[in-house]
């Protein structure tokens, strides 16, 4: 019984250390239309990110085939705030379900292995592939 108590007094700690990180879901901002704010995020496993529905019409969902290791995809409600936990290291690639043609999508890399295009799937529509080049080059210069 004081083992329990200890181990968990030890690993009480390592769960408060995970982070929060917010996302702004945006109609516009500097890069364009239709933006997540940051469009790329790096985060630890095990770290949150909460997406703020700062602008209405938006929400937070994966992207099929950019949900790494054993993830799994969510999908949050339009107008609605989504926090969600990412424990899988990767590229998680999200995107605005009512404006992904139209290329609102983010990349979180989580664990130290930065994104590349390489990581992009072969069927992402053209404006979405575009936005994520885009997002991949302005990460790469401002590293």
């Not at 592939?129 to 790469?140: P, V």
């Amino acid at each position: 019984m004081l083992f329990r108590a200890t181990l968990l007094a030890c690993l009480t700690p390592l769960a408060a250390m995970a982070e929060v990180h917010e996302v702004k879901m945006l109609n516009r901002n500097d890069t364009g239309p239709m933006v997540y704010e940051p469009e790329y995020l790096v985060i630890a496993p095990g770290n949150s990110v909460k997406f703020l529905a700062t602008d209405p019409g938006h929400n937070a969902a994966t992207i099929a085939g950019m949900i790494p290791g054993e993830g799994k995809k969510f999908i949050g409600k339009i107008n609605e705030e989504i926090e969600v936990k990412l424990d899988d290291a990767g590229t998680w690639g999200i995107k605005c379900s009512p404006h992904y043609t139209m290329g609102m999508v983010m990349l979180v890399q989580v664990g130290d292995t930065p994104a590349t295009e390489a990581d992009l799937p072969a069927d992402l529509p053209d404006a979405v592939r575009q936005r994520m080049t885009e997002i991949l080059a302005r990460h790469a210069a401002a590293e």
